[in-house]
């Protein structure tokens, strides 16, 4: 059985109560077989900040001592860090020592905790002997989403504090606060439940030379420890140099005027935004119906990013991408391709030592920089130069969330400490912005390249770039030094995720053409390029591009090295496994019992749709794609809820099909347009036509509505490949979907029916008027 490891926190000073808790320690040691004490001053700190050491053995503790004869900034913070971290905790005092300002009673956070008193180490070894068998105090509260942000108050309201204030206010945050002018004295207990319930924190720390400067920062002190423990959003703002000790100085914001409180608690403002996505506690009205209060979630994973994981569908294909198995994520808009990206990433980036890049670059500034400099290149120089571009940029970004990750950390851990240095020093250049998301540090770069390449070379087309000319156009740092920096750094982490999704939104409207498919291409090669440069230092990599099948299969007939890549698809065929995915939602959303499909269903729907099975009717309008069945029925239950209907109604569903085949018109004519290009509106030529038709007559509406006879063949296929058009089979309607999506199969069946005729689907019949 292991040992209950205990930590003590105590001041460096006076230095008699050190020499007896050291003394008392010891003697609790040698008499106990289960629990072991350790003190700062055993704690490996050479070289160190004392805090970084003393908060990681306050993590590595199963419960925390904290002596409380002198108050002390450091300690008290560490005690509201040990609370928040849920630690079992014990406050001592020696009663020998005089109280010096400011006192317990002042401060009157710890009197309200309690606290056991001692006058030798002989006494204090016996308290040690019982300290682990005190029970955490409870720091599980509520979020208070009404007014989500807590604020310790001065008792002075200066334009320094006043500008906090409203600075709060400005960020459209309500907020709670402890205010000494109408509450003396602070309680433990109600500190804790405060900050608990908060999602963000505001502790203002005021100069040693304001009047009750001590007992503000004191409390202050506290406040912080526990908002850290808690992993709430914290910001600690200090007005002036002093008081804040020199290891807490990088915890800190420093300010020296008013005015620059503006941009701290705009940094603070967006960590309370996150944090308010991270949790979501929304209760049912008691007067709401069942479909009322019924929450599906989201058609886009975008948009349930903290709800999705209660009720995700885990398939083979999201095993096998989180095992490492796949390079390529494939699949139609709506899939469930953003799904795996967020829970891949989500649950990879909860693991401590994994460094996680969720990227999605935007693809019409992509195009944007193609147009500027890259068409201008020489085919060979234009692969060369976007494949040093992603390579930089992925190592650049690779960096980035480093240092964004272990910001905090590597002030407590010495193992990171020097290397994280060294890589914010090569990282930080004057010439590269680092502020923004993604999108825009890669926007801010690609003006650098044009800026670069516009004053060399202007517009003189066909320029051919060799590779000392490419990098010194591109890059703004030491690559050699960074790659080696990030590799010796990673040595120290675990596995190096690169996701990206979204390469394949944005594309201009004429279609993707060859050169726009070479940036795809250059961004896998750059991941695998980027695996094995890590894999010979043994450094775990996993990369996933995520790609919708029309860019993917144009990928794949354009480029070179076709089929190498592992990629997994997200082909849904079955009607069950639809079923599954809203049984999931359906009892995680409205808190029900585990039970079946067959008897949730009945509580939402009718059961039958002119004599059709009415979840069979909408899944086979949704063309097997798990966003379009979300928006759909929810289409189907808005109207039902607007016509106060207890449950969906074929009424409901008429209507909300109606206004789904609208959207879902729109959106396939966007696909469509995106591959083919020229092709827009090219569905609406179908308005009014029948919904059984043959080939001839196909081709016979498109050409009237002006396709080109050269066209007709590829757009067929394309409307076969979207699942617009389908064949009849022994009067069954088949797409290409209950063909496991095979075009080969399709076309087979096709040529051996020559006289077949076609069927459009029925999903899009209401916004084409087309009557059965």
Not at 21 to 47: F, P, Y
Not at 208 to 229: C, I, K, Y
Request: aromatic share 10%; with cysteine.
């Amino acid at each position: 059985m292991s040992k209950l490891v205990g930590f003590f926190a105590y001041a460096s000073t006076p230095s008699e109560v050190g020499e007896t808790i050291e003394r008392g320690t010891q003697s609790a040691n040698r008499a106990s077989n289960d629990t072991e004490i350790k003190t700062w001053r055993s704690l490996d700190i050479l070289g160190h900040f004392i805090s970084e050491q003393v908060l990681l053995g306050i993590d590595e503790a199963d419960f925390l001592i904290a002596d409380i004869s002198t108050l002390n900034f450091n300690v008290t913070y560490e005690i509201g860090y040990a609370i928040g971290r849920n630690k079992r905790i014990l406050l001592t005092r020696n009663s020998s020592i005089r109280e010096t300002y400011p006192t317990i009673k002042d401060v009157g956070i710890f009197d309200t905790l309690g606290y056991s008193q001692y006058q030798n180490s002989a006494e204090l070894a016996r308290l040690l002997l019982c300290a682990h068998k005190d029970s955490p105090l409870e720091t599980n509260f509520k979020k208070n989403t009404q007014a989500p942000v807590f604020l310790l108050e001065g008792r002075f309201k200066t334009d320094w504090s006043s500008r906090i204030v409203s600075r709060i206010k400005k960020a459209r945050y309500i907020f709670r606060n402890f205010d000494p002018v109408e509450q003396p004295r602070l309680s433990g207990t109600d500190a804790i439940k405060q900050i608990s319930e908060s999602y963000g924190v505001v502790v203002p720390l005021i100069s040693s030379n304001a009047e009750g400067s001590e007992v503000h920062n004191m409390r202050g002190a506290f406040l912080a420890g526990l908002a850290d423990g808690m992993n709430i959003a914290l910001c600690i703002i200090q007005n002036g140099e002093n008081p804040i000790p020199l290891d807490y100085r990088d915890f800190v914001n420093i300010s020296y005027h008013p005015e620059d409180v503006n941009d701290v608690i705009a940094e603070f403002a967006g960590k309370v935004a996150e944090a308010f996505q991270q949790v979501n506690e929304l209760k049912s009205r008691a007067s709401e119906s069942y479909l009322q209060s019924l929450d599906l979630g989201a058609s886009s994973a975008e948009n349930e990013m903290r709800t999705l994981e209660r009720y995700y569908l885990t398939t083979d294909q999201f095993l096998k991408s989180i095992r490492g198995e796949a390079n390529i994520v494939v699949g139609r808009k709506g899939s469930g391709k953003s799904a795996i990206f967020l829970q891949i990433r989500d649950r990879e980036r909860n693991k401590n030592n994994n460094i996680v890049l969720d990227l999605k670059p935007d693809g019409y500034k992509l195009i944007k920089f193609k147009e500027l400099i890259l068409d201008f290149l020489e085919e060979g120089t234009f692969q060369h130069t976007i494949m040093a571009f992603w390579e930089y940029i992925l190592l650049l970004e690779i960096c980035y969330k480093i240092l964004e990750k272990d910001k905090e950390r590597h002030l407590h851990d010495h193992n990171i400490y020097d290397g994280y240095r060294a890589l914010a020093d090569l990282y930080n250049t004057e010439d590269y912005v680092t502020e923004g998301d993604f999108s825009e540090r890669m926007s801010t770069l690609m003006t650098k390249i044009t800026t670069e390449y516009k004053s060399k070379y202007s517009d003189k087309v066909n320029v051919r770039l060799s590779v000392p000319q490419i990098t010194e156009m591109l890059y703004l740092h030491d690559v050699k030094a960074l790659s080696e920096n990030v590799i010796s750094y990673m040595k120290n982490k675990g596995t190096l995720w690169l996701l990206f999704d979204n390469i394949d939104k944005g594309w201009p409207t004429s279609g993707l053409k060859h050169e726009d498919l070479l940036i795809v291409r250059a961004l896998i090669d750059a991941t695998r390029k980027l695996e094995r440069q890590f894999d010979r230092a043994r450094i775990n990599v996993h990369s996933i591009v995520f790609l919708r099948n029309d860019v993917y299969d144009l990928l794949v007939k354009e480029t070179s090295d076709r089929g190498k890549e592992a990629k997994v698809l997200l082909d849904w065929t079955d009607s069950d496994l639809l079923r599954e995915l809203l049984r999931l939602r359906i009892i995680t959303n409205s808190n029900i019992n585990d039970q079946t499909f067959e008897l949730l269903w009945p509580n939402i729907c009718v059961s039958h749709y002119n004599g059709e099975e009415s979840s069979q009717f909408l899944i086979d309008r949704c063309l097997m794609r798990p966003r379009f069945l979300l928006n759909l029925i929810n289409q189907c239950k808005s109207f039902a809820i607007n016509l106060n209907h207890e449950i969906i109604s074929q009424e409901d569903i008429a209507k909300g099909l109606a206004a789904y085949s609208t959207d879902l018109l729109t959106d396939i004519s966007y696909e469509l347009n995106d591959i083919a290009g020229n092709v827009n509106d090219l569905l609406y030529a179908f308005i009014g036509s029948k919904s059984k038709i043959s080939k001839e007559e196909v081709y016979a509406i498109l050409t009237d509505f002006g396709l080109e006879k050269s066209s007709l063949e590829e757009v067929f296929d394309l409307l076969l490949w979207y699942g617009f058009l389908g064949i009849e089979i022994d009067s069954e309607p088949k797409y290409i979907y209950n063909l496991n999506y095979s075009m080969q199969l399709l076309n087979g069946l096709i040529k051996k029916r020559a006289t077949s005729l076609f069927i459009i689907n029925p999903a899009f019949w209401s916004a084409l008027m087309i009557e059965d």
